[in-house]
């Protein structure tokens, strides 16, 4: 019954051999048979059996044909892999983008809240003011506010001297206008949000801090919060060691209460807090969350070099014995017991620990990756120290100082040096980062001159990584002058030359003398005058004119969001007293031509032919002053710049 059904399945098959056989040829045809059958081959084969297909396929013309095929099969192949080989050695590879974070390429820029925009009309600039010119900053093409302290304080320090961490100083406003300046700083605007970077002190408190008080009184656990010691008595003084703060007096204060000293590397009223107390880390831990919690996208860590001093408070050693004994900075002691301390990177990673936490936290929406900046002192190599020795340790950069030493006798030869010594020390997969003038230094305006500022905001916004701008530079402020009235900085009290007036005077905004020039609604009570020149030098008069220091800072920022500029490869070209040139190049990405004359001499007909392997290009950028033409072809066989201008060149990737 088997057998049937199979017969059944496979006869019409059968059927179909029998209906091919006759026209079979003799020789498939099976021998000794009288019957002429033809071999059947068992189902499941169909069609043309094995031998038809051998005996056609073994015709010496057929055979001919596949080795012709079988010789170009394999040709192809030898060829192919030859050619794979060759172009793999006779080419570079190319480079993959790379995946950065927004803050490896961004441009910062720092507000100091009491001098940017006053909206309450009290003289003093506040959290409302900064929310109120938020467009302003969008159409600088910046990423990042670095906001200056906020936070409750006695004002010795303007906010350095921290009484409250998580408070809001009410001359600045309250939390809830903070709030809602972080809210409309992370409102996308053309798809682009505005980070926030906070000023984070670590290091030391106002002496009118609670945590201070409780200390002087030995409450616990305030007791050992700061770092005291013995030092004789009211009468008989005796300071434990040499140690100096950076004023250049002595580092230790004695309090009559306690009956002890107390250390602060700065001001006596800015008490250095204790890490070797656990509990003074917890507490700066939960600041830190605080902060974060808030959605803050980074901190900007204050006086980071000085967290940590010799445990057994041994002297610092001598140093350049003809310097001035009162000048901290001077040289006369090397201050290696009180700097730069190696136990500062166990803070910075626990710090960073916490920073990547919220990094990396999708709980409430996309990771927001939060960055650390450290300012620290020191030499380039000294600093290297905070980057960390792994991926996920130190903090993300350093501050880089260099260029705030540019003066106007610095030229191309000595811009190059500074460049170089930062990009030499840095790890060579960090961002570098450039910084020309902040609330601390004397205004870049002011140390180079006018015809110099374009010059450098075009290094600064087109060397590698990130750049920070200081509230005014892109107006080209000056410092003001105050030989004629007290110091306000408390810094400057016994000694105006160490006053930091000059560079904090009010932002000028438009040309309108009775309202401060925009800064506040009543001048009388401005803290600091606005400078003379602010007729002339405001945003509302330099936004008209194609030409001015804010149309140059503006029309390179929105160059610097060039790909090339992000991420690309920067080459230095040529250097001379009068020229400073480098590339920012990218497989497949447009590439720069970047050419300052930093000197006091012309730059005449300087070929770059050779040296980027092209005749012309088109100039992308400009000076204020500079003869080229922005869009216009140029002769890079001749390239001229007069003193303090510069030129930026471009042209398309094309593939070799
Ligand atoms: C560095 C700040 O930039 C400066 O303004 C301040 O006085 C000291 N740290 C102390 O906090």
Request: net charge negative.
């Amino acid at each position: 019954m088997a057998d049937m059904e199979m017969q059944d399945e496979y006869g019409a098959e059968r059927q179909r051999h029998k209906d091919v056989k006759q026209s079979f040829p003799s020789s498939l045809v099976e021998s000794g048979s009288s019957s002429n059958v033809v071999k059947e081959y068992p189902p499941p084969y169909a069609g043309m059996g094995k031998e038809m297909v051998l005996h056609y396929s073994n015709t010496p013309a057929f055979n001919r044909a596949r080795k012709v095929l079988l010789m170009i099969f394999w040709g192809s192949w030898i060829v192919l892999i030859g050619a794979v080989v060759v172009l793999t050695v006779a080419h570079p590879r190319c480079k993959l983008k790379p995946n950065i974070e927004w803050w490896q390429k961004a441009s910062v820029y720092q507000v100091y809240p009491r001098s940017f925009k006053d909206s309450d009309g009290d003289g003093v600039g506040d959290i409302n003011g900064i929310r109120e010119k938020l467009d302003y900053l969008r159409e600088l093409s910046i990423d990042a506010i670095w906001l200056s302290p906020f936070y409750e304080s006695p004002m010795r320090d303007f906010g350095y001297d921290v009484i409250n961490y998580t408070s809001v100083d009410p001359l600045f406003g309250n939390m809830s206008d903070l709030d809602s300046l972080i809210d409309e700083m992370h409102k996308e605007v053309d798809g682009r949000d505005l980070k926030l970077i906070i000023d984070f002190i670590p290091n030391h408190t106002s002496n009118e801090s609670i945590w201070f008080q409780q200390s002087v009184d030995r409450v616990e656990p305030y007791t050992e919060y700061y770092i005291w010691e013995d030092c004789g008595n009211a009468t008989h003084l005796q300071d434990p060691n040499n140690w100096q703060s950076a004023l250049g007096t002595p580092a230790w204060t004695y309090h009559s209460t306690r009956q002890q000293c107390y250390f602060h590397q700065y001001q006596d009223s800015m008490p250095d807090l204790n890490y070797r107390n656990n509990l003074v880390k917890e507490e700066i831990d939960a600041v830190l969350r605080f902060w974060l919690d808030k959605n803050v996208d980074g901190i900007r860590i204050d006086a980071i070099s000085k967290l940590y001093e010799d445990y057994n408070l041994r002297d610092e050693p001598a140093g350049d014995e003809s310097a001035d004994p009162n000048d901290y900075y001077g040289g006369y002691l090397n201050h290696t017991y009180t700097k730069n301390l190696p136990e500062i990177m166990d803070m910075i990673n626990r710090w960073r620990g916490i920073l990547d936490e919220y990094s990396t936290n999708t709980d409430s929406g996309p990771a927001r990756p939060r960055v650390m900046v450290a300012e620290a002192s020191g030499s380039p190599t000294q600093l290297k120290m905070y980057y960390g020795r792994t991926k996920d340790g130190g903090a993300n950069f350093p501050f880089n100082f260099g260029l705030t030493r540019i003066n106007e006798s610095c030229d191309g030869l000595c811009i190059a040096g500074l460049v170089d010594t930062w990009m030499d020390a840095k790890p060579e997969e960090a961002p570098a980062n450039w910084v020309l003038g902040n609330h601390d230094k004397s205004r870049i305006t002011s140390r180079v001159g006018e015809e110099k500022l374009d010059a450098l905001t075009m290094l600064l916004l087109t060397l590698p990584g990130v750049s920070t701008t200081y509230y005014g530079d892109e107006i080209g402020m000056l410092n003001i002058n105050i030989s004629d009235r007290p110091s306000q900085d408390p810094v400057g009290w016994s000694d105006k030359s160490l006053s930091r007036d000059p560079e904090r005077s009010p932002m000028q905004w438009y040309d309108n003398s009775s309202s401060c020039y925009g800064f506040t609604s009543d001048c009388q009570a401005a803290w600091l005058p606005p400078h003379p020149d602010a007729e002339e030098t405001n945003v509302q008069v330099e936004r008209d004119d194609p030409l001015s220091h804010l149309s140059v800072y503006k029309n390179l920022s929105r160059l610097r969001r060039e790909e090339t500029f992000s991420y690309g490869d920067w080459t230095t070209l040529k250097v001379s007293a009068n020229l400073y040139s480098y590339l920012r190049s990218f497989n497949g990405l447009t590439s720069y031509l970047v050419v300052v004359n930093m000197g006091d001499t012309a730059l005449v007909d300087e070929d770059f032919s050779e040296a980027v392997s092209k005749t012309s290009a088109t100039v992308a950028a400009i000076t204020g002053k500079s003869s080229y033409i922005p869009g216009a072809k140029a002769d890079l066989m001749k390239v001229s710049l007069q003193p303090g201008d510069g030129v930026v060149f471009s042209w398309p990737y094309i593939a070799q």
